[in-house]
C-alpha cells in the first residue's frame, strides 16, 4: 500500500518535473519577499537571491533526473552502430561505437 501511494509523489515526466519547478520558485519567491521585508538592506537581497538561486539547481537536477534514456535511442541520424564485444577478464559485454575508420583495409574489402 505505501509503495501504491509513494508512486504518486514520483515524478515520471518533464512535465510533471516543470510543474514542480514552477511550485518550488513560486516558494521561493514568497520566501525571498518575506526575507526583504525582514532584513532591510543588502542582507535581505542576498538571502532572496539565494533564495532564487536554489530554483536553478533544484531544477537542472529535476529536469536531468527525467531525461529520457538513451537505451535504443541514437545521437542522430547517421550515428555509428552499437557493437557488442567481450573483453577479456570481465564477466559482461560492453558497448562499444563500431568506427569502420579503424579497420583495416583488408578486413573492409566487399570482393
Request: with cysteine; charged share 25%.
Amino acid at each position: 500500500m505505501l509503495r501504491k501511494v509513494g508512486r504518486l509523489f514520483t515524478i515520471k515526466t518533464r512535465w510533471e518535473a516543470w510543474l514542480v519547478i514552477y511550485a518550488i520558485a513560486l516558494g521561493a519567491v514568497e520566501r525571498g519577499r518575506h526575507y526583504l521585508e525582514t532584513y532591510p538592506g543588502w542582507q535581505g537581497w542576498m538571502l532572496a537571491f539565494a533564495c532564487t538561486g536554489v530554483v536553478f539547481l533544484a531544477g537542472a537536477k529535476l529536469l536531468d533526473a527525467v531525461r529520457p534514456a538513451a537505451a535504443g535511442m541514437r545521437a542522430g541520424p547517421y550515428a555509428a552502430p552499437l557493437v557488442r564485444r567481450v573483453p577479456t577478464g570481465r564477466n559482461r559485454p560492453m558497448l562499444r561505437h563500431y568506427r569502420p575508420s579503424l579497420e583495416s583495409r583488408t578486413s573492409r574489402r566487399t570482393d
